[in-house]
């Protein structure tokens, strides 16, 4: 069974950066994408960023490009989203997850098998 655990969260000011990380233990790394996920109170959780399974190929919802980087060590079985330039509506709880390394269904929550508990990333204004 797969087993992820994130962690980095915290209270940052508007502007500042973040680094997330997520470990994965229970099966092997390299068979599966990793993505980042947030829900925010009160609205439904939602794509973030995915890196495929050897790092080579990366994806971003679109407000998320160019401030936040995802990334993946497959030595440690980890995976990292350094978030910068982090605005109000950033916050929530972030899930890293392990899902099929298929660009058609990358982004999708629905495609991903394993999650972890979540980091709570607050940004106040």
């Known amino acids: 069974q797969v087993q992820l655990v994130e962690s980095g969260g915290g209270l940052v000011e508007a502007g500042g950066s973040l680094r997330l990380s997520c470990k994965f233990s229970?099966?092997?790394?390299?068979?599966?994408?990793m993505g980042w996920f947030r829900q925010a109170l009160g609205k439904e959780r939602e794509f973030v960023a995915a890196?495929?399974?050897?790092?080579?190929?990366?994806y971003y919802r679109d407000s998320a490009k160019g401030r936040f980087t995802v990334s993946r060590d497959n030595a440690k079985r980890a995976t990292y989203l350094q978030m910068s330039s982090l605005r109000s509506e950033d916050t929530a709880v972030y899930y890293c997850?392990?899902?099929?390394?298929?660009?058609?269904?990358?982004?999708?929550?629905?495609?991903?098998?394993?999650w972890g508990r979540g980091t709570r990333v607050t940004v106040s204004s």
């Open positions: 229970g099966r092997t790394f390299v068979n599966y994408a």
């Open positions: 997850a392990a899902g099929p390394d298929d660009i058609s269904v990358i982004t999708r929550e629905d495609e991903y098998e394993y």
């Open positions: 890196v495929s399974w050897d790092g080579g190929s990366t």
